[in-house]
C-alpha cells in the first residue's frame, strides 16, 4: 500500500482533493492510503507517509518540509495549481505515484 500525505493550510482546502484521489486510485486499482493535515502537523505525519504533496498556495514551505523529509526518506512536491485548481484526483494521485518511483 502507498501512503501519500498532502499538506495544505489548515488541512480542509485539500479535502475534495483527497476524495478524488482515492476515486481514481480505487478505478485504477491502485491500493493508497491518501489523507491530508494542516501544515503544522505535516512533519508529524510525515514518518507514515511514502510521498509528501504540498497545497499550491504552501510553496513556501517547502524549504522547511524538505529537511524533515529528507530525515524520514520521503520525496516531496508542490501540487500543481493547475491540478489543484480544477480538483484533479487523476493528475495528482500520478504525481504522487511517480515521486514514490510506482
Same mark, same amino acid.
Given at each position: 500500500?502507498?501512503?501519500?500525505?498532502?499538506?495544505?493550510?489548515?488541512?480542509?482546502?485539500?479535502? !475534495?482533493?483527497?476524495? =478524488?484521489?482515492? /476515486?481514481?486510485? +480505487?478505478?485504477?486499482?491502485? $491500493?493508497? /492510503?491518501?489523507?491530508?493535515?494542516? +501544515? $503544522? =502537523?505535516?512533519?508529524? $505525519?510525515m514518518e507514515k507517509a $511514502?510521498? !509528501?504533496?504540498?497545497?499550491? +498556495?504552501?510553496?513556501?514551505? =517547502?524549504?522547511k518540509f524538505s529537511k524533515t523529509a529528507e530525515e524520514v526518506g520521503i520525496p516531496l512536491d508542490v501540487i500543481d495549481p493547475m491540478a489543484y485548481g480544477r480538483v484533479d484526483g487523476e493528475a495528482v494521485l500520478n504525481k504522487a505515484l511517480e515521486l514514490i518511483g510506482d
Open positions: 500500500m502507498k501512503r501519500i500525505l498532502l499538506a495544505c493550510s489548515a488541512g480542509m482546502s485539500t479535502s !475534495l482533493l483527497v476524495s =478524488k484521489m482515492k /476515486e481514481a486510485a +480505487q478505478a485504477r486499482g491502485v $491500493d493508497v /492510503e491518501i489523507w491530508a493535515v494542516a +501544515q $503544522d =502537523k505535516a512533519p508529524k $505525519d $511514502d510521498v !509528501l504533496l504540498i497545497g499550491p +498556495q504552501m510553496r513556501f514551505m =517547502k524549504k
